[in-house]
């Protein structure tokens, strides 16, 4: 990980050269700070929600933490740009420098909501229409000074702007971590493909047993549990939307993704909260733990919200435990993990192949219970 240590020692200088520019360009402590901490807290947002991020420690010295001694940005971003908001004429360069986090993909404590994709919109349209009323409307002429004005020449002056030096500021950073975050996925997405194809890392132990002594007479047998679940999703089974398959103490339900999610993206499709809610009405009078598999086929995505498949992958599955566990009861019964291509059930070299790995597998474990 010693690119992610040498990209946040980059992002500290780049940080400290923002504030002495800005302090030489005459902005004010109150506008200085706010658009320090929204810049601390657009980096640390876009480093954790990459793999490399998570895995080199970034969140124990984020940029917030460093220079601000505070470890909520993801949440305290959206307080203070609403408190920026209630004097807008007061922090109008703050209020900007926030507008373009939002628009270069700042998500903070809407990045796993299923819904946040539209709260942000629907903050960045607010803030924007507050910075129009501001910044007044546009000029429609394309030369409304055609004729030239008898003055003297004035020299340009030698301040910087504030606005001007956090948006080259702010360039400068973003390209920098787009750079890094494609160069850093394209390694994490190899290596984890690597890992997940590792032999377990003990070795065989050899256990004897004795002979069995034949019971008297036989229990009475248990409910086969994937009977069950096939009678209880029949329909579904029906409509080859899912499948049930597993033994008594482990059950697997197969869920399609065709047309679960849009491309790229983990908002659930309304039409398939019912099929979910039924699956979760199934788990609701089976004891155990649940886990949530997503899965998807080999094609990189590569945004700044899901650099790999890995992220997708898991924020699906985060979206269906949500409807599940809503369906089921008992929330801390269920668990999500991401799975990308590491287990395919077709060959990813045509559609239909990938279109089949792209799913959604709930797992029961009955046998597992909840501490």
């Not at 009475?220 to 049930?244: T, Y």
Request: neutral net charge.
């Amino acid at each position: 990980m010693d690119h992610a240590v040498e990209l946040r020692d980059r992002a500290v200088r780049a940080l400290q050269t923002f504030e002495a520019e800005c302090r030489s360009g005459g902005a004010s402590d109150e506008q200085l700070r706010a658009a320090h901490y929204a810049l601390c807290a657009a980096l640390d947002d876009t480093a954790m929600a990459t793999p490399w991020g998570q895995a080199s420690g970034w969140a124990a010295s984020s940029l917030s933490s460093t220079f601000h001694q505070d470890v909520r940005s993801g949440e305290r971003f959206f307080d203070l740009l609403s408190g920026m908001q209630q004097e807008p004429g007061r922090y109008l360069p703050a209020l900007e420098i926030c507008y373009w986090c939002l628009s270069l993909g700042f998500r903070g404590r809407y990045r796993l909501d299923p819904r946040g994709n539209a709260e942000i919109e629907r903050i960045r349209e607010g803030l924007y229409q507050l910075l129009t009323r501001l910044n007044g409307a546009w000029e429609r002429e394309l030369s409304p000074h055609w004729q030239g004005v008898d003055a003297p020449h004035r020299g340009p002056s030698r301040r910087i702007p504030v606005w001007v030096a956090a948006a080259l500021a702010l360039a400068v950073l973003a390209f920098g971590f787009m750079f890094a975050l494609h160069s850093a996925n394209s390694q994490g997405d190899a290596l984890q493909q690597r890992v997940s194809q590792l032999p377990p890392v003990a070795s065989p132990t050899i256990v004897r047993i004795a002979a069995p002594i034949a019971p008297a007479a036989a229990p009475a047998a248990a409910p086969d549990a994937v009977d069950a679940f096939r009678r209880f999703l029949a329909p579904e089974i029906a409509a080859d939307l899912l499948s049930v398959e597993g033994d008594p103490q482990r059950v697997l339900i197969r869920i399609n993704g065709r047309g679960m999610f849009a491309s790229g993206d983990s908002a659930l499709e309304p039409r398939f909260a019912t099929l979910l809610g039924r699956v979760g009405e199934a788990l609701r009078t089976e004891p155990g733990r649940v886990t949530v598999l997503g899965h998807s086929d080999n094609q990189p995505i590569g945004t700044v919200r899901f650099p790999s498949n890995f992220q997708l992958s898991a924020a699906r599955a985060d979206t269906a435990r949500i409807v599940l566990a809503g369906a089921a009861g008992q929330p801390e019964r269920f668990t999500s993990a991401g799975r990308a291509d590491t287990e395919p059930l077709a060959p990813n070299n045509t559609a239909e192949g990938r279109e089949k790995n792209r799913r959604i597998e709930v797992v029961l474990a009955r046998g597992e219970t909840v501490k």
